[in-house]
Every structure is written in structure tokens, then in C-alpha cells.
């Protein structure tokens, strides 16, 4: 049949090898694509697990430090139901919620290298607006922020973050500087 498709003269005669092409083209392409084209669902499992983990281990944190306010856990108060006084009338009680207001002064965080005018103010939505803050945040909470603000600052690498801002609230303005002077970008 080929052949018969391939004598053909006139107009027909030169689409055929076009759509033969695609068809192969397109026959590969499918097969490379199930050998090949897992990777990006595993890399999404990962992201999945490593949020799910971040997560858990912010909950533990929280949880933590409720303990140490003398307050139920999280956990607790999410799975026991409140005991009813009277049967007529349900006491609910409400957890307070510790809201941190920004402090007085607010430390230029742009002075640690890596860290611009619009990652400043991510860092300030979250709560971070003193170097002492910055130093005591966890480095996971740090790419968490990060990643919740979108692609554009997904490429940046808070890994020396919390040492420079170490020292900048320690007031050891040159050593900071010495050491920025060797870090490219924060790292």
C-alpha cells in the first residue's frame, strides 16, 4: 500500500510522507514519553512529603511551646470534645491566640546578603523584622516563605541567612562585612 501511496501523481503525492512523519513523530513521542516522563510526578511526591514533614514539625513547634505556656496542645483541643456543665446550655471555649505585634524598631534587613527590599517585606508579613528574629527562624520556615511567595523567589538560597543576621545582631558589623565579602548572592 506504501508503495501504491508513494506512486501517486499530482497533488497527493506529497502530503503522504508529511503525514507518514507526523505520525511516527507522534507514535515516538508517546513512547519516550511513558519510558521518560515520571520524573516530574515523583519530584511532585517529594515536594509533597517534605511540606507535609515541614508541616508536621511546625504543628510539634507550636505544640511545644503551648506546653510551655501552660496551654492544651493543639491536637488536644482539635480531638477532645468539651465536656458539657449543663445539658441545656454548651460551654466552647476558644483557645487564645498570641498575636506578635512588630516591634518598636525594625532592623534594615536588607543588610544580610541575599536579602532584597521585596524579600524584606515577605520576612515582615511572617513575623521576622528584627535580626535576633531572623537568626532564631529555622532554615526550613525561611525556604517555606519563600516558596509560598511564588516562582520569582523560589531561586533565592536562604542558607547563610540566619548566621549573618547572627552577627549583625551581635553588632559584629565587620566580620559580617568580611564574610559577605566572600558570599555571592547569600551563599
Not at 70 to 88: H, M, Q, V, Y
Not at 97 to 119: F, N, R, Y
Not at 147 to 173: C, I, N, S, V, Y
Request: glycine share 8%.
Amino acid at each position: 500500500m506504501l508503495t501504491i501511496l508513494l506512486q501517486c501523481d499530482g497533488f497527493w503525492a506529497w502530503p503522504w510522507p508529511l503525514i507518514l512523519a507526523f505520525l511516527l513523530g507522534a507514535l515516538l513521542g508517546w513512547l519516550l514519553k511513558g519510558m521518560f516522563g515520571n520524573e516530574e510526578e515523583n519530584t511532585e511526591q517529594i515536594d509533597y512529603k517534605s511540606k507535609y514533614f515541614a508541616t508536621k514539625k511546625e504543628l510539634d513547634n507550636c505544640n511545644a511551646n503551648a506546653k510551655a505556656l501552660g496551654e492544651k496542645s493543639f491536637e488536644t483541643l482539635a480531638i477532645t470534645p468539651e465536656k458539657k456543665k449543663n445539658k441545656t446550655k454548651k460551654e466552647v471555649k476558644t483557645p487564645e491566640v498570641i498575636i506578635a505585634e512588630p516591634p518598636s524598631k525594625k532592623d534594615d534587613l536588607t543588610k544580610v546578603e541575599g536579602i532584597g527590599p521585596k524579600i524584606q517585606g515577605l520576612l515582615n508579613d511572617a513575623g521576622i523584622y528584627t535580626f535576633k528574629q531572623l537568626s532564631n527562624t529555622a532554615l526550613e520556615k525561611l525556604k517555606q516563605i519563600l516558596e509560598d511567595a511564588g516562582p520569582q523567589f523560589r531561586m533565592h538560597k536562604p542558607l547563610t541567612w540566619a548566621q549573618q543576621a547572627k552577627l549583625a545582631a551581635e553588632g559584629k558589623w565587620e566580620e559580617l562585612k568580611k564574610w559577605q565579602n566572600e558570599l555571592k548572592g547569600g551563599l
